[in-house]
């Protein structure tokens, strides 16, 4: 499986991003696909999943009400919007799958982005 995140960058405190992962190369008819990240010194810590088996989400309590993921089928596709970014949001961002059913997304992960937030 490919997946390849981009829209990281640097923004102000407030602000807002959408990242995109392009995923290809599934080797399951359904799996949870989303984002976690990781800051220096920290663990990992999954975001957001969409279960593709029944379009269910998952939203980390640090990010409720403030980003959202979405999916286009068409073109293998996910995206998260973050608005109203906190500097804690600072991190680089991986998109992953999981084909167990959990969030941790460890299966599978590309390359991440870097999101910065900062004034």
């Known amino acids: 499986v490919q997946l390849q995140a981009s829209g990281g960058g640097l923004v102000q405190p407030g602000g807002s991003l959408r990242l995109s992962c392009a995923a290809s190369?599934?080797?399951?008819?359904?799996?949870?696909i989303g984002w976690f990240r990781q800051a220096p010194g920290k663990e990992r810590e999954p975001v957001s999943c969409?279960?593709?088996?029944?379009?269910?989400?998952y939203y980390a309590d640090s990010v409720k009400g403030r980003f959202t993921i979405s999916r286009d089928n068409a073109e293998n596709t996910v995206y998260l919007q973050m608005n109203n970014l906190k500097p804690e949001d600072t991190a680089v961002y991986f998109c992953?799958?999981?084909?167990?059913?959990?969030?941790?997304?460890?299966?599978?992960w590309g390359q991440g982005t870097l999101v910065t937030v900062s004034s």
């Open positions: 969409i279960n593709t088996s029944d379009g269910s989400t």
């Open positions: 992953g799958i999981d084909y167990s059913g959990t969030y941790l997304l460890r299966d599978a």
């Open positions: 190369g599934f080797t399951e008819d359904y799996y949870i």
